[in-house]
């Protein structure tokens, strides 16, 4: 197996926007796109501005997935699987402050949220060019998540956590599912837990917020149009 790393900031525009220059130059294809990157509820701002949840969890795979879109249409059949979480469920999107960083467990709830109707709009975007997309709660996972709380905070949670949580190889199960199984291609713009789509809320639904959101996110990413020109003047 050949394995490349790269490597990119993606609570900056233009680190996402470099990767993906030098990616589309070195690689051919691009089959399997998995939107994994993300940052807890934490008070604190991207390089551009953003709410580091907000930013660093929907703005920014929302820009370099419109940045890579044309290589996957290319590479298609293909997949997008971008991470969520179920705490989606407890908050709904505020278009009059997309940017809200008050009390950063809403913001961390709103960004995932983001991520499940980034899904569905991709998906709709898509379906006539063969490109897949779905979400996926992979579970509440052991991690180093905990490392910029108090040493008091991260011993309580750690043994929260490890009564209650699951491992990252446990978490991969339904991420790997998603990018492999012939059974996602029927709930393309699904949310899949468990190995498994799985009914979403009355808030996380709305064909209409998908839209708004979508367009919301270009202008402030600095994309023109849906699949990824940028303005001009962007950052």
Same mark, same amino acid.
């Not at 997935?65 to 997949?79: F, G, M």
């Not at 991470?83 to 467990?105: A, E, G, M, R, W």
């Not at 750690?158 to 492999?180: D, G, H, K, R």
């Not at 498994?196 to 023109?224: F, H, Y």
């Given at each position: 197996?050949?394995?490349?790393?790269?490597?990119? @900031?993606? *609570?900056?525009?233009?680190?996402?926007?470099?990767?993906?220059?030098?990616f589309?130059?070195?690689?051919?294809?691009?089959?399997?796109?998995?939107? &994994?990157? +993300?940052v807890?509820a934490?008070?604190?701002w991207?390089?551009? +501005?953003?709410?580091m949840?907000? +930013?660093?969890?929907?703005?920014?795979?929302? %820009?370099? $997935?419109?940045?890579?879109i044309?290589?996957?249409?290319?590479? &298609?059949?293909?997949?997008?699987? $971008?991470?969520?979480?179920?705490?989606h469920?407890?908050?709904? %999107? =505020?278009?009059?402050? %997309? @940017?809200?960083?008050?009390?950063?467990?809403?913001? #961390?709830c709103?960004?995932?949220l983001?991520?499940?109707y980034?899904?569905?709009?991709?998906?709709?975007?898509?379906e006539?060019?063969?490109?897949?997309?779905?979400?996926? !709660?992979?579970?509440?996972?052991?991690?180093?998540?905990?490392?910029?709380?108090s040493?008091?905070?991260?011993?309580?949670? #750690?043994?929260?956590t490890?009564?209650?949580?699951?491992?990252?190889?446990?978490? *991969?199960?339904?991420?790997? #599912?998603c990018?492999? &199984? =012939?059974?996602?291609?029927? !709930?393309?713009?699904g #949310?899949?837990?468990?190995?498994?789509?799985?009914?979403?809320?009355?808030?996380?639904?709305?064909?209409?917020?998908a839209?708004?959101?979508?367009?919301? /996110?270009?202008?402030?990413v600095? %994309?023109?149009?849906?699949?990824? !020109?940028?303005? /001009?003047? $962007?950052?």
């Amino acid at each position: 197996m050949n394995v490349r790393f790269w490597s990119l @900031n993606m *609570a900056n525009l233009q680190s996402i926007r470099n990767f993906c220059k030098e990616f589309l130059k070195n690689e051919s294809r691009l089959d399997i796109l998995i939107n &994994s990157d +993300g940052v807890p509820a934490v008070l604190d701002w991207t390089d551009n +501005g953003f709410s580091m949840c907000f +930013g660093v969890n929907h703005l920014g795979p929302f %820009l370099l $997935t419109n940045l890579l879109i044309d290589r996957l249409k290319s590479c &298609s059949p293909s997949r997008i699987v $971008t991470i969520t979480s179920n705490v989606h469920k407890y908050q709904k %999107l =505020d278009f009059s402050d %997309l @940017n809200y960083n008050i009390v950063p467990l809403f913001t #961390y709830c709103r960004s995932k949220l983001a991520n499940v109707y980034f899904t569905q709009e991709m998906a709709r975007q898509m379906e006539r060019h063969g490109v897949t997309a779905c979400a996926v !709660h992979p579970g509440y996972v052991v991690g180093d998540w905990t490392s910029q709380f108090s040493f008091l905070f991260r011993i309580v949670m #750690y043994v929260f956590t490890s009564l209650f949580f699951i491992s990252c190889q446990a978490a *991969a199960q339904t991420v790997i #599912y998603c990018a492999i &199984s =012939d059974d996602v291609l029927q !709930h393309n713009g699904g #949310y899949f837990s468990d190995s498994k789509p799985c009914k979403l809320r009355p808030n996380a639904q709305d064909a209409g917020i998908a839209k708004k959101l979508w367009e919301a /996110s270009e202008a402030m990413v600095g %994309l023109t149009s849906a699949m990824g !020109h940028p303005a /001009s003047g $962007t950052r």
